[in-house]
């Protein structure tokens, strides 16, 4: 008897889902609905905090499991999958798969690069929550959670290419990894979305036998993501994305944000 695969949504967040000026989500909302009315799972997978995604999936009422942090960690709901599996730490509300590293560790290498390469480089730590809602048009509660790091610095740094090279080879050289978020640079352990992305559809494939795995998002950050995927789907926008890599599966879809992922979210379940 042949089984229906199931469809399991992976989405970034900023750029993707939500708009990238107004964090808002309002024209996902037919979507949105018909995810939930089908059960769909929707798994957020964003470079954002936990408290910062925790509020975010608050408002989208979404009970799911989420990724935090460029694949610092997974947060599974408790009880959310019916059989056991290994995890590292536990919550009240979590179980939860780190792939990261500390962010004092991660605090630690920044601190060493900036200091090793002498360039203006400035993280989310070198700012207070007024000085990052000003530089990154947040409201203040938008720049405290931002700042309640676990695995991951965010930096900026206005610099040429040849600068963000000599940034990236320190950090080869200290067993770390960089990726770019579209607007922020980043630096965090050997994670990444991909990664984390393939251990949750293995634990969906334990629940419902076979799945169906699709990826939605606009940035570098979200390759990997897109690699460990049956059908990525890459939100073409304003920055250069498609020259940097090569997927034979990949769809592009012209647009950003929430208008462009209702569209191609209502695609998917025509």
């Avoid at 037919?30 to 929707?42: C, D, E, F, W």
């Amino acid at each position: 008897m042949m089984t229906t695969p199931k469809l399991i949504i992976f989405t970034d967040l900023d750029g993707t889902l939500l708009d990238e000026e107004t964090h808002r989500f309002d024209d996902a909302q037919p979507a949105l609905r018909s995810l939930t009315q089908r059960g769909i799972p929707l798994i957020l997978v964003s470079s954002k905090t936990r408290a910062e995604i925790e509020k975010a999936r608050e408002t989208l009422e979404n009970r799911h499991p989420f990724v935090s942090e460029n694949g610092g960690a997974i947060f599974v709901p408790k009880t959310y999958f019916s059989f056991p599996f290994p995890h590292q730490k536990e919550s009240d509300k979590y179980l939860i798969l780190e792939l990261g590293i500390p962010y004092a560790q991660v605090l630690k290498n920044f601190r060493s690069i900036q200091e090793e390469t002498g360039l203006p480089m400035k993280g989310f730590s070198d700012f207070t929550p007024e000085e990052l809602a000003f530089s990154l048009h947040l409201t203040l509660e938008e720049a405290t959670l931002a700042k309640q790091r676990e695995y991951d610095e965010p930096f900026v740094i206005q610099s040429d290419v040849e600068q963000i090279e000599t940034i990236k080879r320190k950090i080869e050289e200290k067993g770390m990894a960089y990726s770019w978020g579209g607007r922020l640079h980043h630096l965090h352990g050997r994670n990444d979305k991909g990664k984390v992305v393939r251990i949750l559809k293995e634990l969906y494939e334990n629940e419902f036998l076979s799945v169906h795995t699709v990826a939605i998002g606009d940035s570098l950050n979200d390759v990997p993501m897109f690699a460990a995927v049956d059908h990525p789907i890459l939100l073409v926008g304003g920055q250069d994305v498609l020259s940097h890599f090569s997927l034979d599966n990949l769809t592009t879809y012209q647009g950003q944000g929430p208008h462009a992922w209702n569209e191609v979210t209502l695609g998917l379940l025509k």
